[in-house]
């Protein structure tokens, strides 16, 4: 929490070549902590609940990622954010659950989310206080608290960036980072930083992911602008470590069901972290239809890991595109106009060779291949506050 151009097809083939030379050392460039090769995906409490969290709230919780076969998808995390522990430590030093709220404790939460199967992750600051001001932060506790994190069965720290001494970032989220290698527990470590140094250009060797924007909302341009934020760094992202646009707000309801499509279709392309936001255990049927397409859930878990970015903008028309393995590259057209609009996907912008006469298209949210292969060009209509996801196969 907190307070056009044309490219050409000649950046996605650095960007390619730009993976490839880099796998050999990827591991050596990023956090190693044998997470996480793929976007993190599961759930995390601020956007719908903020501080209104208990025991209760978030073992239903687990419970509906199971039942409703989200776990199965990949949505393993449940994710607490700020609020869930005392105001003060207890007379050790050590941070506290809020026994009011979570009587029994972060382990014995743990211990249940784990025995569904999922993983349990929590929310620090690397201030004095969390943003909330309602809990202590770790600022001169790290390895006290990552100790305790490690203890208790936690899987995954979201770290904040609230009431903070002034020392720089860089600083304070190594030192965590450090703390956490040092308790020998493999914890996914997100960091909150907000983007305001750059996260993206040294949160590698941190972190397993890094926020590059502000916090979302749920409304059409707060989405649309912190998309647009994020897509700057791009070739930041691969396996281990990824550019975090903040979490979704697909069923919160204050989009359309069009407008979390092109949500859920941006993350999902950005190879973002799909962390839900909404209440799982109410969600409606269509909320349901956009958060467990498996096509487009590959498309974020692809194993090339390469963010796709903007290669074609027109005025209020967006189209991306980025490789994904096997030859194949998704491309996102996105119309924001208030109006029905046709939109061009050109080969040349998209990185596919001349050498290919005929792409193969196939539309991941109508789950169908199109019956005629396409030549230099894919053209559509898109209706207003919408877009199309196609994942394209070069075929001789």
């Given at each position: 929490?907190?307070?056009?151009?044309?490219?050409?097809?000649?950046?996605f083939?650095?960007?390619?070549?730009?993976?490839?030379?880099?796998?050999?050392n990827?591991r050596?460039?990023?956090?190693?902590?044998?997470?996480?090769?793929?976007?993190?995906?599961?759930?995390?409490?601020?956007?719908?609940?903020?501080?209104?969290?208990?025991?209760?709230?978030?073992?239903?919780?687990?419970?509906?990622?199971?039942?409703?076969?989200?776990?199965?998808?990949?949505?393993?995390?449940?994710?607490?954010?700020?609020?869930?522990?005392?105001?003060?430590?207890?007379?050790?030093?050590?941070?506290?659950?809020?026994?009011?709220?979570?009587?029994?404790?972060?382990?014995?939460?743990?211990?249940?989310?784990?025995?569904?199967?999922l993983?349990?992750?929590?929310?620090?600051?690397?201030?004095?206080?969390?943003?909330?001001?309602?809990?202590?932060?770790?600022?001169?506790?790290?390895e006290?608290?990552?100790?305790?994190?490690?203890?208790?069965?936690?899987?995954?720290?979201?770290?904040?960036?609230?009431?903070?001494?002034?020392?720089?970032?860089?600083?304070?989220?190594k030192?965590?980072?450090?703390?956490?290698?040092?308790?020998?527990r493999?914890?996914?470590?997100?960091?909150?930083?907000?983007?305001?140094?750059?996260?993206a250009?040294?949160?590698?060797?941190?972190?397993?992911?890094w926020?590059?924007?502000?916090?979302?909302?749920?409304?059409?341009?707060?989405?649309?602008?912190?998309?647009?934020?994020?897509?700057?760094?791009?070739?930041?992202?691969?396996?281990?470590?990824?550019?975090?646009?903040?979490?979704?707000?697909?069923?919160?309801?204050?989009?359309?069901?069009?407008?979390?499509?092109?949500?859920?279709?941006?993350?999902?392309?950005?190879?973002?972290?799909?962390?839900?936001?909404c209440?799982?255990?109410?969600?409606?049927?269509?909320?349901?239809q956009?958060?467990?397409n498996?096509?487009?859930?590959?498309?974020?878990?692809?194993?090339?890991?390469?963010?796709a970015?903007?290669?074609?903008?027109?005025?209020?028309?967006?189209?991306?595109?980025?490789?994904?393995?096997?030859?194949?590259?998704?491309?996102?057209?996105?119309?924001?106009?208030?109006?029905?609009?046709?939109?061009?996907?050109?080969?040349?912008?998209?990185?596919?060779?001349?050498?290919?006469?005929?792409?193969?298209?196939?539309?991941?949210?109508?789950?169908?291949?199109?019956?005629?292969?396409?030549?230099?060009?894919l053209?559509?209509?898109?209706e207003?506050?919408?877009?199309?996801?196609?994942?394209?196969?070069?075929?001789?």
């Amino acid at each position: 929490m907190s307070s056009s151009s044309c490219c050409c097809s000649f950046f996605f083939s650095l960007l390619i070549l730009h993976v490839a030379s880099s796998s050999i050392n990827s591991r050596k460039l990023l956090l190693d902590n044998g997470v996480f090769l793929t976007p993190p995906m599961g759930w995390n409490s601020w956007n719908h609940f903020h501080c209104q969290i208990n025991e209760t709230v978030i073992k239903e919780t687990a419970d509906a990622l199971v039942s409703t076969g989200l776990a199965k998808l990949g949505y393993e995390y449940v994710n607490l954010d700020d609020c869930w522990g005392e105001s003060k430590r207890d007379p050790q030093g050590n941070l506290e659950a809020n026994m009011s709220t979570f009587p029994l404790g972060i382990k014995a939460l743990a211990d249940y989310v784990h025995s569904k199967g999922l993983k349990l992750g929590i929310y620090g600051d690397a201030g004095s206080r969390t943003c909330s001001g309602r809990m202590p932060g770790s600022l001169g506790h790290e390895e006290q608290d990552a100790a305790t994190f490690a203890s208790w069965g936690i899987d995954y720290l979201k770290y904040d960036n609230c009431y903070n001494d002034d020392t720089k970032p860089t600083i304070r989220y190594k030192v965590m980072s450090d703390a956490l290698k040092k308790t020998g527990r493999s914890i996914f470590f997100s960091l909150c930083e907000w983007g305001d140094m750059s996260p993206a250009l040294w949160g590698r060797d941190i972190g397993n992911s890094w926020r590059t924007t502000d916090d979302i909302s749920d409304s059409w341009d707060s989405m649309l602008k912190i998309a647009d934020m994020n897509q700057v760094f791009a070739s930041y992202a691969k396996p281990g470590g990824w550019n975090d646009p903040d979490m979704l707000e697909v069923g919160n309801g204050r989009m359309k069901y069009e407008e979390y499509v092109v949500h859920f279709s941006i993350w999902a392309v950005s190879k973002a972290p799909l962390l839900l936001g909404c209440d799982i255990r109410s969600m409606t049927d269509e909320t349901m239809q956009i958060i467990s397409n498996q096509e487009v859930i590959a498309i974020n878990q692809d194993s090339l890991g390469v963010q796709a970015k903007k290669v074609r903008m027109e005025g209020e028309r967006d189209i991306w595109a980025g490789p994904l393995s096997g030859n194949r590259i998704v491309i996102l057209l996105v119309n924001k106009k208030k109006y029905k609009s046709t939109m061009t996907a050109h080969w040349d912008d998209i990185g596919i060779s001349s050498d290919h006469t005929f792409v193969q298209a196939r539309d991941v949210w109508e789950h169908q291949t199109l019956a005629t292969p396409f030549q230099e060009k894919l053209t559509t209509d898109v209706e207003p506050h919408s877009c199309k996801l196609y994942v394209l196969t070069p075929i001789l």
